[in-house]
């Protein structure tokens, strides 16, 4: 008799604050994840689950319900009064979801947008470390629904700074352009962190139409002059993503540093990974790679 009026008063907390939310909670779920934070080992910090429970909950979310019908239910966790039940919401956020983000992109309708007004309420409402692992999908799914700014605003104000990272590295990719103006704020502010991130971003903006290229490409040439090798040769693959004359002014510098001295190693490296581009721009690669590059980076 216990167990069932402790089974009840789950599911009755789970299905108060889904309503509350203004979001349908999967009450199967729900218990799963209930149950994983009373009975799993966690790290409250860095989101481990250690258990039976870590699998029957991956698989029910990959397998069984799928992961944009788990979202709702993930999002009302992330805001729940017990932190064991917010660290479990956490950890699945950070694989299941964010790994799986292309699933949103099929159906939009599928996904209500209360449920991502959860994601961000959890972070504006946290000041723990552990919301990290909730902010890669997090910042793609509110740039997937146009909630950037109330994202951004809620990560600015969280007191660990390695949230605003995983924001930078996830804000282009359905944010795009429109996400470029606060990504290039950040990049010139003189964090070096920030601007390798910025830079490293372009890669997964899928599909880049012309002017993306171009806004892209002209923002990069800026940063071919950097003292930092590291910078320089993340300038360098942004000029090769945007590709055409843009690539030719990334391989142009590159020439020009071996003129007057050894290419650091970085870049060579990076170089061998940059295929594509015109028969003429493949053959200046190849001969840049062909030279041995120098131990370490300026």
């Not at 690539?247 to 060579?268: F, N, W």
Request: charged letters at 30%; hydrophobic letters at 40%.
């Amino acid at each position: 008799m216990r167990k069932n009026s402790l089974f009840t008063i789950i599911i009755l907390a789970a299905f108060v604050s889904g309503a509350c939310s203004g979001v349908k909670v999967d009450n199967e779920l729900m218990t799963l994840i209930k149950e994983a934070a009373a009975k799993s080992t966690l790290d409250m910090k860095y989101a481990f689950v250690k258990g039976p429970q870590e699998t029957v909950i991956s698989d029910m979310i990959l397998k069984k319900k799928g992961v944009v019908a788990s979202l709702p239910t993930l999002s009302v966790a992330l805001n729940d009064n017990d932190p064991k039940v917010r660290v479990v919401a956490n950890r699945y956020l950070y694989r299941e979801i964010r790994d799986n983000i292309f699933e949103f992109e099929k159906n939009m309708k599928a996904t209500p947008k209360a449920a991502v007004e959860n994601l961000i309420k959890g972070i504006e409402t946290s000041r723990d470390y552990v919301t990290f692992y909730a902010v890669g999908a997090a910042t793609m799914l509110a740039t997937m629904y146009s909630l950037d700014d109330r994202l951004i605003a809620a990560v600015e104000k969280h007191p660990e700074k390695y949230l605003r990272q995983e924001m930078l590295k996830n804000l282009i990719r359905y944010g795009r352009m429109r996400a470029f103006p606060k990504l290039k704020a950040y990049a010139e502010s003189g964090d070096q962190g920030a601007l390798t991130l910025v830079l490293d971003s372009f890669r997964d903006l899928q599909k880049k139409t012309d002017d993306e290229k171009k806004t892209i490409g002209d923002w990069a040439l800026k940063h071919l002059i950097n003292d930092n090798a590291e910078i320089r040769v993340r300038a360098i693959y942004a000029l090769y993503l945007a590709g055409g004359k843009y690539y030719d002014s990334a391989l142009d510098k590159v020439e020009s540093e071996r003129k007057v001295g050894d290419t650091p190693k970085v870049i060579t490296q990076w170089l061998e990974n940059m295929s594509g581009g015109t028969a003429a721009q493949n053959d200046r690669r190849l001969a840049l790679v062909g030279k041995s590059g120098k131990d370490g980076t300026k």
